[in-house]
Protein backbone atom coordinates (compact mmCIF):
# COMPACT_ATOMS: atom_id res chain seq x y z
CA UNK A 1 0.00 0.00 0.00
CA UNK A 2 0.96 3.17 -1.28
CA UNK A 3 -0.83 5.50 1.47
CA UNK A 4 -0.15 5.75 5.14
CA UNK A 5 -3.17 8.05 4.93
CA UNK A 6 -6.60 7.59 3.35
CA UNK A 7 -9.66 9.77 3.43
CA UNK A 8 -12.69 9.12 1.41
CA UNK A 9 -15.98 11.41 1.20
CA UNK A 10 -15.42 12.31 4.70
CA UNK A 11 -18.44 14.21 6.52
CA UNK A 12 -18.67 15.94 10.01
CA UNK A 13 -21.63 17.28 11.21
CA UNK A 14 -21.69 19.12 14.91
CA UNK A 15 -25.84 19.48 15.67
CA UNK A 16 -27.15 21.55 12.78
CA UNK A 17 -23.25 22.80 11.43
CA UNK A 18 -21.39 20.87 8.48
CA UNK A 19 -17.83 21.16 9.43
CA UNK A 20 -16.61 18.74 6.71
CA UNK A 21 -18.08 18.10 3.41
CA UNK A 22 -17.14 15.34 1.05
CA UNK A 23 -13.46 15.76 1.94
CA UNK A 24 -11.36 13.32 -0.11
CA UNK A 25 -7.57 13.03 0.15
CA UNK A 26 -4.45 10.90 0.97
CA UNK A 27 -1.09 11.06 2.54
CA UNK A 28 1.72 8.53 1.24
CA UNK A 29 4.19 6.68 2.60
CA UNK A 30 7.38 8.73 3.78
CA UNK A 31 5.83 12.31 2.54
CA UNK A 32 5.56 15.25 4.26
CA UNK A 33 2.18 17.02 3.79
CA UNK A 34 1.07 20.31 4.19
CA UNK A 35 -2.85 20.54 6.02
CA UNK A 36 -3.47 23.88 5.70
CA UNK A 37 -6.24 26.44 6.25
CA UNK A 38 -7.30 29.37 8.17
CA UNK A 39 -8.92 28.67 11.66
CA UNK A 40 -12.04 26.81 11.71
CA UNK A 41 -11.34 25.30 8.09
CA UNK A 42 -11.48 21.75 9.62
CA UNK A 43 -8.10 20.78 9.82
CA UNK A 44 -8.41 19.44 13.76
CA UNK A 45 -11.53 17.95 12.81
CA UNK A 46 -10.08 16.09 9.74
CA UNK A 47 -7.13 15.03 12.34
CA UNK A 48 -9.20 13.93 15.37
CA UNK A 49 -11.60 11.57 12.87
CA UNK A 50 -8.58 10.07 11.73
CA UNK A 51 -7.29 9.36 14.62
CA UNK A 52 -10.84 8.36 16.16
CA UNK A 53 -11.04 11.01 18.54
CA UNK A 54 -14.91 12.05 17.01
CA UNK A 55 -17.21 9.68 15.11
CA UNK A 56 -17.40 10.44 11.19
CA UNK A 57 -20.65 11.73 10.27
CA UNK A 58 -20.42 9.69 7.14
CA UNK A 59 -17.45 8.47 5.09
CA UNK A 60 -13.88 6.49 5.93
CA UNK A 61 -10.55 7.30 7.20
CA UNK A 62 -7.92 4.66 7.23
CA UNK A 63 -4.22 4.95 8.33
CA UNK A 64 -1.83 2.36 6.89
CA UNK A 65 -5.63 0.51 5.64
CA UNK A 66 -7.19 0.03 8.50
CA UNK A 67 -9.58 2.66 11.23
CA UNK A 68 -6.83 3.67 13.53
CA UNK A 69 -7.38 2.20 17.27
CA UNK A 70 -5.16 3.15 19.72
CA UNK A 71 -4.40 -0.07 21.20
CA UNK A 72 -3.78 -1.66 17.36
CA UNK A 73 0.24 -1.53 17.44
CA UNK A 74 0.88 -2.55 13.97
CA UNK A 75 0.01 1.11 13.19
CA UNK A 76 2.30 3.41 15.33
CA UNK A 77 1.28 7.32 15.09
CA UNK A 78 2.61 10.30 17.12
CA UNK A 79 0.01 12.89 17.29
CA UNK A 80 1.06 16.31 18.35
CA UNK A 81 -2.25 17.80 19.12
CA UNK A 82 -2.81 21.60 19.26
CA UNK A 83 -4.40 21.70 22.63
CA UNK A 84 -1.66 20.67 24.32
CA UNK A 85 -0.94 19.30 28.10
CA UNK A 86 0.34 17.36 30.33
CA UNK A 87 -0.24 16.10 33.88
CA UNK A 88 0.68 18.76 35.76
CA UNK A 89 1.73 17.48 38.93
CA UNK A 90 3.92 14.84 37.74
CA UNK A 91 7.11 14.78 37.62
CA UNK A 92 8.78 14.94 33.94
CA UNK A 93 10.59 11.29 33.49
CA UNK A 94 7.66 9.54 35.12
CA UNK A 95 4.89 11.36 32.53
CA UNK A 96 7.60 10.39 29.94
CA UNK A 97 7.66 6.71 30.89
CA UNK A 98 3.99 6.24 31.06
CA UNK A 99 3.24 7.41 27.69
CA UNK A 100 6.57 5.31 26.92
CA UNK A 101 4.52 2.49 28.39
CA UNK A 102 1.10 2.75 26.85
CA UNK A 103 2.65 3.38 23.30
CA UNK A 104 4.84 -0.33 23.84
CA UNK A 105 8.33 1.55 24.25
CA UNK A 106 10.91 -1.09 25.40
CA UNK A 107 13.24 0.79 27.40
CA UNK A 108 11.19 3.71 28.09
CA UNK A 109 13.16 5.35 30.57
CA UNK A 110 16.30 4.95 28.88
CA UNK A 111 14.48 6.08 25.52
CA UNK A 112 13.17 9.31 27.95
CA UNK A 113 16.18 10.23 29.52
CA UNK A 114 18.34 10.23 26.14
CA UNK A 115 15.57 12.75 24.82
CA UNK A 116 16.11 15.48 27.63
CA UNK A 117 19.67 14.94 27.67
CA UNK A 118 19.60 15.77 23.72
CA UNK A 119 16.94 18.58 24.25
CA UNK A 120 18.75 20.22 27.49
CA UNK A 121 16.70 18.98 29.97
CA UNK A 122 17.85 16.28 31.76
CA UNK A 123 18.61 18.01 34.88
CA UNK A 124 14.75 18.90 34.58
CA UNK A 125 13.79 15.27 34.30
CA UNK A 126 12.81 14.72 38.77
CA UNK A 127 10.93 18.12 37.79
CA UNK A 128 7.24 18.78 38.42
CA UNK A 129 5.91 19.32 34.63
CA UNK A 130 4.32 22.51 36.03
CA UNK A 131 7.81 23.92 37.20
CA UNK A 132 8.82 23.58 33.23
CA UNK A 133 8.22 27.10 30.67
CA UNK A 134 5.72 26.50 28.56
CA UNK A 135 8.60 25.85 25.43
CA UNK A 136 10.27 23.31 27.96
CA UNK A 137 6.74 21.44 27.92
CA UNK A 138 6.24 21.72 24.91
CA UNK A 139 9.75 19.53 24.30
CA UNK A 140 8.18 16.96 26.51
CA UNK A 141 5.22 16.70 24.55
CA UNK A 142 7.15 16.42 21.47
CA UNK A 143 9.26 13.48 23.12
CA UNK A 144 6.55 11.75 23.62
CA UNK A 145 4.94 12.24 20.51
CA UNK A 146 7.95 10.32 18.73
CA UNK A 147 9.10 7.51 21.44
CA UNK A 148 7.48 5.06 19.93
CA UNK A 149 9.25 5.74 16.25
CA UNK A 150 5.96 6.22 14.28
CA UNK A 151 5.18 5.53 11.05
CA UNK A 152 3.07 8.61 11.18
CA UNK A 153 3.41 11.84 12.43
CA UNK A 154 0.90 14.32 12.75
CA UNK A 155 2.36 18.01 14.48
CA UNK A 156 -0.65 20.69 14.88
CA UNK A 157 0.71 23.82 14.64
CA UNK A 158 4.38 22.38 15.89
CA UNK A 159 6.38 25.35 16.30
CA UNK A 160 3.64 27.44 18.06
CA UNK A 161 5.17 29.08 20.88
CA UNK A 162 8.66 28.32 20.15
CA UNK A 163 11.60 30.68 19.96
CA UNK A 164 13.61 30.36 16.86
CA UNK A 165 16.57 28.04 18.30
CA UNK A 166 14.08 25.32 19.84
CA UNK A 167 11.89 25.82 16.16
CA UNK A 168 15.61 24.99 14.54
CA UNK A 169 16.06 21.77 17.01
CA UNK A 170 11.82 21.08 16.50
CA UNK A 171 12.65 21.15 12.87
CA UNK A 172 16.03 18.96 12.61
CA UNK A 173 14.11 16.22 14.99
CA UNK A 174 11.05 16.10 12.30
CA UNK A 175 13.68 15.84 9.72
CA UNK A 176 15.26 13.30 11.28
CA UNK A 177 12.02 10.99 11.99
CA UNK A 178 11.18 11.82 7.88
CA UNK A 179 14.89 10.14 6.64
CA UNK A 180 13.56 7.14 8.86
CA UNK A 181 10.69 7.09 6.85
CA UNK A 182 7.91 8.52 8.94
CA UNK A 183 4.92 10.32 6.95
CA UNK A 184 5.02 13.73 8.33
CA UNK A 185 0.98 15.77 8.35
CA UNK A 186 2.21 19.20 9.45
CA UNK A 187 -1.00 21.76 10.24
CA UNK A 188 0.44 24.99 10.28
CA UNK A 189 0.00 28.55 9.66
CA UNK A 190 3.62 29.65 8.58
CA UNK A 191 3.52 28.91 4.72
CA UNK A 192 7.33 29.32 4.47
CA UNK A 193 7.34 26.27 6.47
CA UNK A 194 5.26 24.41 4.14
CA UNK A 195 6.70 25.67 0.68
CA UNK A 196 10.11 24.04 2.31
CA UNK A 197 9.43 20.98 3.93
CA UNK A 198 6.21 19.86 2.87
CA UNK A 199 6.25 17.50 -0.39
CA UNK A 200 2.26 17.79 -0.84
CA UNK A 201 -0.35 20.06 0.87
CA UNK A 202 -4.21 20.24 1.04
CA UNK A 203 -5.88 23.51 1.56
CA UNK A 204 -9.21 23.58 2.96
CA UNK A 205 -11.44 26.35 3.12
CA UNK A 206 -15.11 25.91 5.03
CA UNK A 207 -14.62 21.64 5.04
CA UNK A 208 -13.85 21.85 1.27
CA UNK A 209 -10.87 20.93 0.16
CA UNK A 210 -9.57 24.26 -1.80
CA UNK A 211 -5.84 22.68 -3.00
CA UNK A 212 -4.61 19.59 -3.14
CA UNK A 213 -1.47 18.06 -4.49
CA UNK A 214 2.17 18.56 -4.99
CA UNK A 215 3.26 22.36 -3.55
CA UNK A 216 3.89 22.78 -7.55
CA UNK A 217 0.38 21.75 -8.72
CA UNK A 218 -0.90 24.06 -6.07
CA UNK A 219 1.19 27.10 -7.05
CA UNK A 220 0.76 26.34 -11.02
CA UNK A 221 -2.91 25.80 -10.49
CA UNK A 222 -3.19 29.39 -8.61
CA UNK A 223 -0.97 31.02 -11.65
CA UNK A 224 2.48 30.19 -10.14
CA UNK A 225 1.76 32.40 -6.53
CA UNK A 226 3.03 31.59 -3.66
CA UNK A 227 1.25 29.52 -1.04
CA UNK A 228 1.22 32.82 0.90
CA UNK A 229 -0.51 34.34 -1.75
CA UNK A 230 -2.52 31.70 -2.60
CA UNK A 231 -3.78 31.74 0.81
CA UNK A 232 -4.81 35.60 1.25
CA UNK A 233 -6.62 34.82 -2.23
CA UNK A 234 -8.36 31.74 -1.59
CA UNK A 235 -9.71 33.37 1.90
CA UNK A 236 -9.60 36.83 0.64
CA UNK A 237 -12.39 35.55 -1.93
CA UNK A 238 -14.54 34.61 1.07
CA UNK A 239 -14.13 37.88 2.50
CA UNK A 240 -15.02 39.41 -0.55
CA UNK A 241 -18.22 37.36 -0.65
CA UNK B 1 -0.53 -4.33 23.47
CA UNK B 2 -3.20 -6.47 24.96
CA UNK B 3 -6.28 -5.00 27.27
CA UNK B 4 -5.04 -6.63 30.41
CA UNK B 5 -1.55 -4.74 29.95
CA UNK B 6 -2.86 -1.52 28.82
CA UNK B 7 -5.44 -2.22 32.05
CA UNK B 8 -2.36 -2.78 33.81
CA UNK B 9 -0.36 0.31 32.62
CA UNK B 10 -3.12 2.92 33.60
CA UNK B 11 -3.32 1.52 36.94
CA UNK B 12 -0.11 1.09 37.80
CA UNK B 13 0.39 4.95 36.87
CA UNK B 14 -2.41 5.78 37.84
CA UNK B 15 -2.02 4.19 41.36
CA UNK B 16 1.57 5.18 42.22
CA UNK B 17 0.86 8.94 41.60
CA UNK B 18 -1.36 8.55 44.07
CA UNK B 19 0.01 6.97 47.03
CA UNK B 20 3.47 8.67 46.58
CA UNK B 21 1.38 11.62 47.61
CA UNK B 22 1.73 12.63 51.69
CA UNK B 23 -1.80 13.98 50.72
CA UNK B 24 -3.10 10.36 50.40
CA UNK B 25 -1.55 9.21 53.69
CA UNK B 26 -2.72 12.33 55.69
CA UNK B 27 -6.15 11.68 54.79
CA UNK B 28 -5.68 7.80 55.29
CA UNK B 29 -4.15 8.15 58.50
CA UNK B 30 -6.42 10.96 59.66
CA UNK B 31 -9.26 9.13 60.19
CA UNK B 32 -7.86 6.46 62.62
CA UNK B 33 -6.01 8.61 64.62
CA UNK B 34 -9.01 10.39 64.94
CA UNK B 35 -10.94 6.65 66.41
CA UNK B 36 -7.44 6.73 68.42
CA UNK B 37 -8.06 10.49 69.82
CA UNK B 38 -11.84 9.60 70.45
CA UNK B 39 -11.07 6.43 72.34
CA UNK B 40 -8.53 7.80 74.47
CA UNK B 41 -10.88 10.97 75.56
CA UNK B 42 -13.83 8.98 76.16
CA UNK B 43 -11.08 6.40 77.81
CA UNK B 44 -9.29 9.57 80.04
CA UNK B 45 -12.95 10.95 80.66
CA UNK B 46 -14.54 6.78 82.28
CA UNK B 47 -11.47 7.14 84.64
CA UNK B 48 -13.45 7.36 88.14
CA UNK B 49 -16.86 7.59 86.92
CA UNK B 50 -19.27 4.49 87.57
CA UNK B 51 -19.97 3.50 84.24
CA UNK B 52 -22.23 0.33 84.85
CA UNK B 53 -25.85 0.75 83.53
CA UNK B 54 -28.30 1.23 86.62
CA UNK B 55 -31.89 0.00 86.72
CA UNK B 56 -34.35 1.81 85.77
CA UNK B 57 -37.01 2.87 88.26
CA UNK B 58 -39.75 2.06 86.08
CA UNK B 59 -38.22 -1.27 85.21
CA UNK B 60 -40.53 -4.60 86.68
CA UNK B 61 -38.13 -7.27 88.54
CA UNK B 62 -39.10 -10.62 89.41
CA UNK B 63 -36.61 -13.05 91.32
CA UNK B 64 -37.14 -16.70 92.19
CA UNK B 65 -34.70 -17.08 94.98
CA UNK B 66 -34.60 -20.74 95.65
CA UNK B 67 -30.90 -20.25 96.96
CA UNK B 68 -32.30 -17.66 99.65
CA UNK B 69 -29.69 -15.17 98.85
CA UNK B 70 -32.11 -11.97 99.37
CA UNK B 71 -33.89 -11.42 102.75
CA UNK B 72 -37.62 -12.24 103.27
CA UNK B 73 -39.62 -9.66 102.23
CA UNK B 74 -38.11 -7.92 99.47
CA UNK B 75 -41.16 -7.22 97.08
CA UNK B 76 -38.92 -8.08 94.14
CA UNK B 77 -39.21 -11.89 95.51
CA UNK B 78 -41.90 -13.89 94.39
CA UNK B 79 -43.06 -17.06 95.56
CA UNK B 80 -43.72 -19.00 92.40
CA UNK B 81 -41.00 -21.07 90.32
CA UNK B 82 -39.14 -20.73 87.60
CA UNK B 83 -42.16 -21.23 84.96
CA UNK B 84 -44.26 -18.93 86.80
CA UNK B 85 -41.63 -16.03 86.56
CA UNK B 86 -40.78 -16.43 82.77
CA UNK B 87 -44.87 -16.25 82.12
CA UNK B 88 -44.81 -13.31 84.04
CA UNK B 89 -42.40 -12.10 81.26
CA UNK B 90 -44.46 -13.56 78.65
CA UNK B 91 -47.15 -11.21 80.03
CA UNK B 92 -45.29 -8.68 80.43
CA UNK B 93 -46.28 -8.25 84.17
CA UNK B 94 -42.42 -7.73 85.05
CA UNK B 95 -39.78 -6.78 82.09
CA UNK B 96 -37.20 -8.77 83.83
CA UNK B 97 -37.07 -12.01 85.78
CA UNK B 98 -33.83 -13.62 87.12
CA UNK B 99 -33.93 -17.22 88.47
CA UNK B 100 -31.85 -18.02 91.35
CA UNK B 101 -31.67 -22.27 91.56
CA UNK B 102 -31.24 -23.57 94.76
CA UNK B 103 -27.58 -24.99 94.09
CA UNK B 104 -26.73 -21.53 93.19
CA UNK B 105 -23.63 -21.59 95.41
CA UNK B 106 -22.23 -24.41 94.12
CA UNK B 107 -22.69 -24.35 89.77
CA UNK B 108 -22.78 -20.33 89.91
CA UNK B 109 -25.40 -20.22 87.51
CA UNK B 110 -28.70 -18.23 87.42
CA UNK B 111 -30.76 -17.85 84.90
CA UNK B 112 -31.89 -13.90 83.34
CA UNK B 113 -35.34 -13.66 81.64
CA UNK B 114 -36.31 -11.09 79.60
CA UNK B 115 -38.30 -9.78 75.81
CA UNK B 116 -35.63 -9.15 73.59
CA UNK B 117 -36.25 -5.89 72.18
CA UNK B 118 -33.72 -6.46 69.69
CA UNK B 119 -31.50 -4.03 69.95
CA UNK B 120 -30.69 -3.96 73.30
CA UNK B 121 -26.52 -3.75 73.59
CA UNK B 122 -26.04 -3.65 77.30
CA UNK B 123 -26.02 -6.91 78.79
CA UNK B 124 -26.33 -5.64 82.49
CA UNK B 125 -28.14 -8.50 84.08
CA UNK B 126 -24.92 -8.99 86.48
CA UNK B 127 -25.29 -5.83 87.52
CA UNK B 128 -28.74 -5.59 88.22
CA UNK B 129 -28.37 -8.24 90.33
CA UNK B 130 -25.72 -6.73 91.89
CA UNK B 131 -27.69 -3.61 92.15
CA UNK B 132 -30.34 -5.20 93.92
CA UNK B 133 -28.31 -7.76 96.49
CA UNK B 134 -26.45 -4.61 97.23
CA UNK B 135 -30.09 -2.39 98.07
CA UNK B 136 -31.15 -5.13 100.04
CA UNK B 137 -29.25 -4.04 103.36
CA UNK B 138 -30.95 -7.20 105.49
CA UNK B 139 -29.71 -9.38 102.99
CA UNK B 140 -27.77 -13.00 104.48
CA UNK B 141 -24.36 -12.06 104.94
CA UNK B 142 -22.46 -15.15 103.96
CA UNK B 143 -20.22 -16.94 101.33
CA UNK B 144 -23.70 -16.83 98.51
CA UNK B 145 -24.08 -13.02 99.24
CA UNK B 146 -19.80 -12.39 98.76
CA UNK B 147 -20.05 -14.46 95.97
CA UNK B 148 -22.98 -12.99 94.20
CA UNK B 149 -21.48 -9.24 95.36
CA UNK B 150 -18.45 -9.44 93.52
CA UNK B 151 -20.43 -10.90 90.53
CA UNK B 152 -18.27 -14.27 90.31
CA UNK B 153 -21.24 -15.77 88.83
CA UNK B 154 -22.25 -16.41 85.37
CA UNK B 155 -25.71 -15.86 84.32
CA UNK B 156 -27.54 -17.47 81.71
CA UNK B 157 -29.17 -14.95 79.09
CA UNK B 158 -32.53 -16.39 78.39
CA UNK B 159 -34.40 -13.19 75.68
CA UNK B 160 -37.64 -14.36 75.10
CA UNK B 161 -39.40 -13.89 71.82
CA UNK B 162 -42.61 -13.45 70.22
CA UNK B 163 -43.82 -14.76 66.83
CA UNK B 164 -41.43 -14.12 63.87
CA UNK B 165 -38.88 -11.92 66.39
CA UNK B 166 -35.47 -12.28 66.34
CA UNK B 167 -33.67 -12.81 69.57
CA UNK B 168 -30.75 -11.46 68.13
CA UNK B 169 -31.70 -9.07 65.93
CA UNK B 170 -28.34 -6.48 66.76
CA UNK B 171 -25.83 -9.42 67.24
CA UNK B 172 -26.72 -10.54 63.53
CA UNK B 173 -27.10 -6.87 62.51
CA UNK B 174 -23.14 -5.92 63.70
CA UNK B 175 -20.90 -7.55 60.69
CA UNK B 176 -23.51 -6.17 58.09
CA UNK B 177 -23.95 -2.52 59.48
CA UNK B 178 -19.61 -2.87 59.88
CA UNK B 179 -19.35 -3.51 56.39
CA UNK B 180 -21.94 -0.95 55.46
CA UNK B 181 -20.06 1.58 57.40
CA UNK B 182 -17.24 0.95 55.82
CA UNK B 183 -19.06 1.59 52.64
CA UNK B 184 -19.71 4.74 53.53
CA UNK B 185 -16.52 5.50 54.33
CA UNK B 186 -15.13 4.23 51.27
CA UNK B 187 -18.03 6.83 49.36
CA UNK B 188 -16.46 9.97 51.46
CA UNK B 189 -13.06 9.32 50.86
CA UNK B 190 -12.76 8.22 46.93
CA UNK B 191 -15.59 9.91 45.44
CA UNK B 192 -13.75 13.15 44.63
CA UNK B 193 -11.14 11.16 43.70
CA UNK B 194 -13.06 9.01 41.22
CA UNK B 195 -14.41 12.49 40.07
CA UNK B 196 -11.00 14.07 39.52
CA UNK B 197 -9.06 10.94 37.97
CA UNK B 198 -11.40 11.79 34.91
CA UNK B 199 -11.80 15.59 35.13
CA UNK B 200 -8.14 15.94 35.38
CA UNK B 201 -7.39 14.82 31.87
CA UNK B 202 -9.44 17.59 30.33
CA UNK B 203 -8.58 20.42 32.71
CA UNK B 204 -5.07 19.70 32.05
CA UNK B 205 -5.78 19.40 28.33
CA UNK B 206 -4.01 15.85 27.50
CA UNK B 207 -6.96 13.91 26.42
CA UNK B 208 -6.38 13.93 22.84
CA UNK B 209 -2.41 12.80 23.84
CA UNK B 210 -3.59 10.26 25.64
CA UNK B 211 -6.44 9.14 23.72
CA UNK B 212 -4.50 8.42 20.90
CA UNK B 213 -2.21 6.17 23.48
CA UNK B 214 -4.65 4.24 25.11
CA UNK B 215 -8.19 3.90 24.32
CA UNK B 216 -10.65 4.96 26.48
CA UNK B 217 -12.16 1.72 27.98
CA UNK B 218 -8.73 0.69 28.89
CA UNK B 219 -8.18 4.15 30.47
CA UNK B 220 -10.87 4.02 32.37
CA UNK B 221 -11.12 0.86 33.26
CA UNK B 222 -7.40 1.41 34.35
CA UNK B 223 -8.27 4.16 36.59
CA UNK B 224 -11.02 2.91 38.08
CA UNK B 225 -9.12 -0.23 39.14
CA UNK B 226 -6.58 1.89 40.61
CA UNK B 227 -9.05 4.57 42.43
CA UNK B 228 -10.65 0.99 43.67
CA UNK B 229 -7.27 0.00 45.29
CA UNK B 230 -6.64 3.32 46.76
CA UNK B 231 -10.20 3.06 48.22
CA UNK B 232 -9.51 -0.29 49.83
CA UNK B 233 -6.40 0.55 51.15
CA UNK B 234 -8.00 3.63 53.11
CA UNK B 235 -10.81 1.29 54.24
CA UNK B 236 -8.17 -1.20 55.59
CA UNK B 237 -6.57 1.33 57.34
CA UNK B 238 -9.72 2.20 59.10
CA UNK B 239 -10.57 -1.39 59.65
CA UNK B 240 -7.86 -2.50 60.94
CA UNK B 241 -7.27 -0.19 63.86
CA UNK B 242 -11.05 -0.67 65.03
CA UNK B 243 -11.11 -3.86 64.90
CA UNK B 244 -7.56 -4.30 67.36
CA UNK B 245 -9.05 -1.73 69.02
CA UNK B 246 -11.77 -4.14 69.93
CA UNK B 247 -10.11 -7.11 70.26
CA UNK B 248 -7.93 -5.16 72.82
CA UNK B 249 -10.77 -4.26 74.53
CA UNK B 250 -12.78 -7.65 74.45
CA UNK B 251 -12.92 -8.48 78.17
CA UNK B 252 -13.99 -4.70 78.67
CA UNK B 253 -17.77 -4.02 80.31
CA UNK B 254 -19.31 -2.56 76.84
CA UNK B 255 -17.05 -4.50 73.90
CA UNK B 256 -17.20 -7.77 75.34
CA UNK B 257 -21.16 -8.28 75.73
CA UNK B 258 -21.65 -6.81 72.16
CA UNK B 259 -18.72 -9.44 70.90
CA UNK B 260 -20.58 -11.88 72.59
CA UNK B 261 -23.66 -11.32 71.58
CA UNK B 262 -22.20 -11.12 67.18
CA UNK B 263 -23.66 -14.17 65.65
CA UNK B 264 -22.18 -14.95 61.98
CA UNK B 265 -24.42 -16.07 59.33
CA UNK B 266 -21.79 -17.02 56.45
CA UNK B 267 -24.44 -16.72 53.41
CA UNK B 268 -25.14 -13.36 54.20
CA UNK B 269 -21.40 -11.98 55.65
CA UNK B 270 -20.29 -13.45 52.14
CA UNK B 271 -23.41 -11.33 50.60
CA UNK B 272 -21.95 -8.18 52.78
CA UNK B 273 -19.15 -8.34 51.10
CA UNK B 274 -19.81 -8.84 47.84
CA UNK B 275 -22.25 -5.77 48.25
CA UNK B 276 -19.84 -4.26 49.23
CA UNK B 277 -17.41 -4.53 46.70
CA UNK B 278 -19.93 -4.02 43.56
CA UNK B 279 -21.46 -0.85 45.20
CA UNK B 280 -17.99 0.21 45.14
CA UNK B 281 -17.72 -0.25 41.61
CA UNK B 282 -20.77 1.00 40.70
CA UNK B 283 -20.36 4.35 42.97
CA UNK B 284 -17.33 4.33 40.74
CA UNK B 285 -18.57 3.86 37.72
CA UNK B 286 -20.98 6.90 38.48
CA UNK B 287 -18.87 9.37 39.68
CA UNK B 288 -16.21 8.55 36.95
CA UNK B 289 -19.30 9.11 34.46
CA UNK B 290 -20.14 11.95 35.73
CA UNK B 291 -16.92 13.47 35.76
CA UNK B 292 -16.65 12.22 31.42
CA UNK B 293 -19.74 14.16 30.90
CA UNK B 294 -17.98 17.68 32.49
CA UNK B 295 -15.17 19.35 31.76
CA UNK B 296 -14.33 20.92 35.55
CA UNK B 297 -14.07 20.00 38.93
CA UNK B 298 -16.90 22.37 39.87
CA UNK B 299 -19.14 21.07 37.28
CA UNK B 300 -18.54 17.76 38.66
CA UNK B 301 -19.58 18.58 41.96
CA UNK B 302 -22.87 20.02 40.98
CA UNK B 303 -23.95 16.85 39.26
CA UNK B 304 -22.43 14.28 41.98
CA UNK B 305 -24.79 15.46 44.62
CA UNK B 306 -28.06 14.02 43.59
CA UNK B 307 -26.07 10.73 43.00
CA UNK B 308 -25.03 10.91 46.61
CA UNK B 309 -28.23 11.83 48.05
CA UNK B 310 -30.08 8.95 46.03
CA UNK B 311 -27.37 7.09 47.56
CA UNK B 312 -28.10 8.03 51.60
CA UNK B 313 -31.64 8.12 50.81
CA UNK B 314 -32.43 4.79 52.42
CA UNK B 315 -31.41 6.05 55.90
CA UNK B 316 -33.91 8.61 56.04
CA UNK B 317 -36.17 5.46 55.76
CA UNK B 318 -34.58 3.76 58.07
CA UNK B 319 -37.65 2.96 60.34
CA UNK B 320 -38.88 1.46 57.27
CA UNK B 321 -36.75 -0.84 56.65
CA UNK B 322 -37.17 -2.37 60.42
CA UNK B 323 -40.11 -3.49 59.59
CA UNK B 324 -40.28 -7.39 59.17
CA UNK B 325 -43.02 -6.74 56.33
CA UNK B 326 -41.01 -4.42 53.60
CA UNK B 327 -43.54 -1.59 52.35
CA UNK B 328 -43.44 -0.63 48.75
CA UNK B 329 -40.99 2.24 49.67
CA UNK B 330 -38.86 -0.08 51.09
CA UNK B 331 -38.98 -2.66 47.60
CA UNK B 332 -38.51 0.15 45.30
CA UNK B 333 -34.93 1.45 47.40
CA UNK B 334 -33.82 -2.23 47.41
CA UNK B 335 -33.94 -3.15 43.76
CA UNK B 336 -33.16 1.20 42.91
CA UNK B 337 -29.58 0.83 41.87
CA UNK B 338 -28.86 4.19 43.38
CA UNK B 339 -30.31 3.11 46.57
CA UNK B 340 -29.70 -0.12 46.73
CA UNK B 341 -26.56 -0.86 48.02
CA UNK B 342 -27.65 1.03 51.33
CA UNK B 343 -31.22 -0.44 51.27
CA UNK B 344 -29.59 -3.78 51.09
CA UNK B 345 -26.93 -3.58 53.96
CA UNK B 346 -29.78 -1.96 55.90
CA UNK B 347 -32.07 -4.55 55.57
CA UNK B 348 -29.50 -7.14 55.84
CA UNK B 349 -28.73 -6.43 59.26
CA UNK B 350 -32.04 -5.92 60.78
CA UNK B 351 -32.35 -9.19 59.37
CA UNK B 352 -35.31 -8.19 56.81
CA UNK B 353 -34.25 -10.01 53.46
CA UNK B 354 -33.93 -13.01 52.30
CA UNK B 355 -30.97 -14.12 51.16
CA UNK B 356 -32.38 -15.01 47.35
CA UNK B 357 -34.05 -11.44 47.71
CA UNK B 358 -30.88 -10.13 48.74
CA UNK B 359 -28.65 -11.67 45.49
CA UNK B 360 -30.96 -10.17 43.02
CA UNK B 361 -30.38 -7.14 44.61
CA UNK B 362 -26.55 -7.59 44.43
CA UNK B 363 -27.13 -8.61 40.47
CA UNK B 364 -28.94 -5.59 40.02
CA UNK B 365 -26.44 -3.54 41.56
CA UNK B 366 -23.84 -5.43 39.49
CA UNK B 367 -25.07 -5.11 36.05
CA UNK B 368 -25.73 -1.44 36.59
CA UNK B 369 -21.99 -0.99 37.79
CA UNK B 370 -21.04 -2.36 34.20
CA UNK B 371 -23.48 0.15 32.77
CA UNK B 372 -22.49 2.96 34.47
CA UNK B 373 -18.51 2.03 33.40
CA UNK B 374 -19.47 1.88 29.84
CA UNK B 375 -21.48 4.84 29.88
CA UNK B 376 -18.48 6.47 31.36
CA UNK B 377 -16.25 5.08 28.84
CA UNK B 378 -18.05 6.47 26.16
CA UNK B 379 -18.94 9.70 27.70
CA UNK B 380 -15.64 10.39 27.83
CA UNK B 381 -14.30 9.39 24.83
CA UNK B 382 -17.13 11.91 23.10
CA UNK B 383 -16.67 14.21 25.48
CA UNK B 384 -12.79 14.18 25.67
CA UNK B 385 -12.09 16.99 23.75
CA UNK B 386 -14.74 19.20 24.88
CA UNK B 387 -12.02 21.26 27.03
CA UNK B 388 -13.94 24.20 27.17
CA UNK B 389 -18.00 23.17 27.06
CA UNK B 390 -19.38 22.59 30.87
CA UNK B 391 -22.65 21.37 28.74
CA UNK B 392 -22.94 17.49 28.33
CA UNK B 393 -22.21 16.58 24.60
CA UNK B 394 -22.52 12.63 24.74
CA UNK B 395 -25.91 12.91 23.54
CA UNK B 396 -24.92 14.87 20.39
CA UNK B 397 -23.09 13.08 17.78
Known amino acids: MKNIVEVNHFKMVFGDKTVIQDLNFEVKKGEIFGLLGANGSGKTTTIRALLGLYAPTSGELLVDGKGYKPEDTEIKVGYLPEERGLYRKENVIDTMV ?11 YGWAMKYLKRVGLEDKAKMRVEKLSGGQQQKIQLGITIMDNPKLLILDEPTKGF ?38 ALLLKDGTARAYGTISEIRKEFGGKSLDEIFVKVYGDQNEQ | MSSSKAILKVFKFEFLRQVRKPAFWAATLLIPLLIGGIYLISFISSQG ?7 DENTKVAITDEAGIFSAGMPFVIDGDKEVGVEMVKNGEVDLY ?29 N ?22 TGQYEIVDNKLTGAGEDANALGKAIIPFFIGILFFMFVALCGNRFLM ?18 SSKHLIVGKILAMLALGMIQVVAIAVPVLLLVFFNRNNSLVGPILAMIEIDPAMIILSILLFAVSAVFYAGVCTFVGSLVSTARDASQFIGPAIIAMVMPLYFMQMFMMTEPSVVVQIMTYFPFTAPVALMLRSGFGTISVWEYCIGLVVVAVSSVIAIKFAVVTFQKNAINFSIAKPKFLKK
Request: aromatic share 8%.
Open chain 1, 98 to 108: YFGELKGVKDP
Open chain 1, 163 to 200: DPMNRKLLMEIIEEHHKKGAAIVMITHYMDEVERLCDR
Open chain 2, 49 to 55: VDTEPTL
Open chain 2, 98 to 126: FYIPADFAESKKAEFYHISEGLEIFNYDG
Open chain 2, 128 to 149: ILKGLLSNDAVSRVGELDALAL
Open chain 2, 197 to 214: TVVEEKENRISEMILTSV
